[in-house]
C-alpha cells in the first residue's frame, strides 16, 4: 500500500521562497523567519519526498531537475489553496454587471440601487446603458451579468424573466401632424423596441414619416420632443407629466412591450442573481407604480420648458 502523507503548506511556500531567491538568507527575510528555520524546512520538505530539491552552487541554490518538477506542482497547490480561501470574499461580495436602456436608468436606477443595498451578499454595481437589442447580445455573450430590456409582448428570450406589460402611446405636439407632410419622429438609436414600433406601425398604416432627432440620452430625446422636433412613442409609465399625450385616430393603435430581465450566471451564482433578479422586478414595479400615480393631467406642450 502507497504511504500517504501531508506537506504543510508553509513547506511548500518556504520552497518556492528559496528556489526564487536562491538563498536561504534572503527567503528567510521575505517569510520572516530565521535562516536555521528556512534550512529546517526545506530538510524537512526533502525528507518527507524523499528527494534532494535543492544543490548548492556558487550562485547560491538550483534546483535538480526533479526539483524543478516538485516546484510546478508546489505552484499549482499554493494556488489552489490560496484560492479557497479567496472563496470566503468572493461569497461576502460580488460585482454585477448590470446593462438597461438609458432611459429605465434614469426612471429605476436609483430606486433598484436602494433595493439591493439591503442584499447579502454585497452587490457592487457596474452599468452599462444600451438598447435593448444590443444588450441583448451583451448577456447571451457573457459581456454582462443581467439586463433588463423591453422586448414585443410574447418574444422568446433565453434566461428571461418577467417584469410587467407597459402599454405605449404617441406622445409630443399633435400640431405636427400636418396632412401631405411626413411625420416628423423623435427616437433612441437603432435597437430600441419603441423605434422600432413606431416606424413599422407607421410603415403598416400607410403613414409616411421620417426619423429627425436621434439621441441615446432619454434626456434628450424628451426634451427634443418638448421643443417641437418631432413625435415619439414611450412607456405609459415613463412619460414626463409635462410630455402630452397623442390621443388621435390618424395615428396606429400600438402594441404592448413586455419588460423582462435576462441573466447571464456563468460569474455570479444562480441562486444569488435570481435574489438580485427578484429585487430588481419588484423594484421596477413600484416605480411604475408611483410614476403612475404621480403623472398629472397632460398640459398644452410649452416649447421653451424642459422636463
Known sequence: ?????????????????????????????????????????????????????????????????????????????????????????????????????????????????RALNTLEPTIHLNVTCKTSQLLINDVEHGNLDLVIIATPEGQNVANAEHIRYEELHWIGDQSLMQPGQPLPLVHFPEGCICREISVNALRMAGIEARVTFTSDSNFSVFNAINAGAGIGLSERSLIPKTTPIIDSPSLPALPRIELRTVANYERIPKFTLSQVSAKIQDSINESCAALVSGREEPQPLRRQQLF
Open 1 to 113: 500500500m502507497s504511504r500517504i502523507f501531508d506537506v504543510d503548506t508553509n513547506l511548500w511556500r518556504t520552497f518556492k521562497s528559496v528556489s526564487e531567491t536562491r538563498s536561504i538568507t534572503r527567503s528567510s527575510a521575505v517569510l520572516c523567519k530565521t535562516p536555521p528555520a528556512i534550512s529546517m524546512q526545506i530538510k524537512k520538505l526533502e525528507e518527507l519526498l524523499d528527494l534532494q530539491l535543492f544543490v548548492r552552487g556558487d550562485h547560491g541554490f538550483r534546483l535538480t531537475p526533479i526539483g524543478e518538477e516538485v516546484l510546478m506542482t508546489a505552484e499549482k497547490i499554493l494556488t489552489m489553496n490560496d484560492n479557497l480561501f479567496r472563496l470566503k470574499d468572493k461569497v461576502n461580495s460580488y460585482e454585477l454587471r448590470l446593462g438597461l436602456p438609458d432611459d429605465y436608468s434614469l426612471f429605476f436606477l436609483h430606486d433598484i440601487i
